[in-house]
Nanobody
Framework: QEQLVESGGGLVHPGGSLRLSCAAS????????MAWYRQAPGNQRELVAF???????GYADSVKGRFTISRDSAKNSLNLQMNNLKPDDTAVYYC?????WGQGIQVTVSS
């Protein structure tokens, strides 16, 4: 089972940017799909973005045009660039790789 560690979260003003990274303990070569999820207080965990082995990506409607998911096989990491952040983006963000989950990292968007 993969050990995953997220980093890059924090507090940012509306309109700001953050870059989340998820470091995997093993190689991510050949993993077909990897994803970022988030869970806001009182809400269910929701899919934010995914990326396939071929580099195809998909996004939740609420983040399209603002978030970009990418994978770095050389560093065994999954990344999420988040731009033009909004208060509704406030949540704990989780990476998911091959059924394993990170511990989650807080992102807070507030003025």
């Amino acid at each position: 089972q993969e050990q995953l560690v997220e980093s890059g979260g924090g507090l940012v003003h509306p309109g700001g940017s953050l870059r989340l990274s998820c470091a995997a303990s093993g190689s991510i070569l050949g993993i077909e799909v990897m994803a970022w999820y988030r869970q806001a207080p009182g809400n269910q965990r929701e899919l934010v973005a995914f990326i396939t082995l071929d580099g195809n990506t998909g996004y939740a409607d609420s983040v399209k045009g603002r978030f970009t998911i990418s994978r770095d096989s050389a560093k065994n990491s999954l990344n999420l660039q988040m731009n033009n952040l909004k208060p509704d983006d406030t949540a704990v963000y989780y990476c998911e790789i091959r059924g394993s989950w990170g511990q989650g990292i807080q992102v807070t968007v507030s003025s």
